[in-house]
């Protein structure tokens, strides 16, 4: 059974940095495609970055400089580092696993082609 369970949000001045993780179980990583998502209060999920079955990372143009997506296989975790935190990047982060074959190959910035997802966990960046 695939499994994801996102950990490490909580509440954060603007400027300072946190480290999210994402423990999975049911798969081997290369097998999948593992992504972070964010959705911020009203409105929809959006792609953060993910990282490849063959261990490439993508970032959205939008999400390049301040996320880092990084991985683990012999410990099951994918971690997102976020730096210089804004208000605007207040959202519940999760993380959510999908085949390749599914996905067209690679990451994908759509929440919905994703079927494996897990709890999220808020960040929130005060001002």
């Known amino acids: 059974e695939v499994q994801l369970q996102a950990s490490g949000g909580g509440l954060v001045q603007a400027g300072g940095s946190l480290r999210l993780s994402c423990v999975y179980s049911g798969f081997t990583a290369a097998d999948y495609v593992i992504g972070w998502f964010r959705q911020a209060p009203g409105q929809g999920r959006e792609l953060v970055s993910c990282?490849?079955?063959?261990?490439?990372?993508d970032y959205p143009d939008s999400m390049k400089g301040r996320f880092t997506i990084s991985s683990d296989d012999a410990k099951n975790t994918v971690w997102l580092q976020i730096h210089s935190l804004k208000p605007e990047d207040t959202a519940v982060y999760s993380c959510?696993?999908?085949?390749?074959?599914?996905?067209?190959?690679?990451?994908?910035?759509?929440?919905?082609?994703?079927?494996?997802w897990g709890q999220g966990t808020l960040v929130t960046v005060s001002s």
């Open positions: 990282i490849n079955s063959d261990g490439t990372t």
């Open positions: 959510a696993a999908e085949s390749p074959t599914w996905l067209a190959g690679a990451c994908h910035p759509v929440d919905y082609e994703y079927h494996y």
